[in-house]
């Protein structure tokens, strides 16, 4: 009976061991995985945080030039009701060549004119034609590299490549969170100041924001 419980002893430690490795594992994958995005977002939480003090002038550029005719005919008015598309691919490439800006993306398209918005992060862009005369108006404009990180905080107008990353990027947090809580668990019991800190660490937010926002 003795053996049997030493053996049942010694599988119950192994499984604790083998667990305990797993978390620490998990935990700085977790972590090395998250790391330069967590600084990222770390630091444009301050910057957000003060976005007035830190974000410099927007600098505007703008652009006029005119359509060549064997472009223009591609794009000549016609009756058809208004409507979102791409331009044609010729005419894209003219733009991004003679403007500096992308011609690519939904442009809206009237009866009189077609204009193309490219909002990205840091800055605001757009491209009108005029089907007619075919006047070509750009604008281009740019916040800073600093309003650039902040809006790739936010995701605003950053695609879908940046999305998917914010999102694994999530998972990862959440999992260095979550295995981080697991080993404070497993080490509270020789760290007494463990659940106070993490019942401070709850406290103060919800403290602040009971009291102070209205």
């Given amino acids: 009976m003795h053996g049997q419980a030493r053996i049942q002893a010694r599988k119950v430690k192994n499984a ?10 998990w935990h700085w994958v977790s972590s090395a ?43 000549a ?57 075919g006047d070509v108006t750009s604008e281009s404009t740019s916040r800073g590299w600093i309003s650039y990180l902040n809006d790739l905080h936010k995701g605003r107008n950053a695609g879908s490549a940046w999305s998917w990353f914010i999102d694994i990027f999530a998972i990862a947090c959440f999992l260095f969170a979550l295995t981080g809580l697991l080993l404070l ?13 993490v019942a401070a660490g709850l406290a103060i937010p919800a403290i602040i924001a009971i009291i102070f926002i209205h």
Avoid: C
């Avoid at 604790?16 to 594992?25: G, I, S, Y």
């Avoid at 760290?191 to 800190?197: A, F, G, M, N, Q």
């Fill in 16 to 25: 604790k061991a083998f667990w305990l490795k797993q978390l620490h594992t």
């Fill in 33 to 75: 995985v998250s790391l330069i995005g967590l600084l990222l977002f770390a630091f444009t939480g301050i910057t957000l945080n003060h976005a007035a003090d830190v974000e410099g002038a927007p600098q505007t550029i703008e652009k006029s030039v005119t359509l060549p005719t064997g472009l223009l005919k591609q794009i």
């Fill in 185 to 197: 668990y497993l080490h509270a019991k020789r760290r007494p100041s463990t659940w106070p800190l």
């Fill in 77 to 133: 008015p016609d009756s058809l009701p208004d409507a979102k598309k791409p331009l044609p691919p010729p005419i894209a490439a003219w733009i991004e060549r003679e403007t500096g800006q992308s011609g690519k993306g939904d442009a809206e398209w009237s009866a009189d004119d077609i204009y193309l918005p490219l909002p990205r992060p840091g800055g605001d862009g757009w491209v009108s034609i005029d089907r007619a005369s």
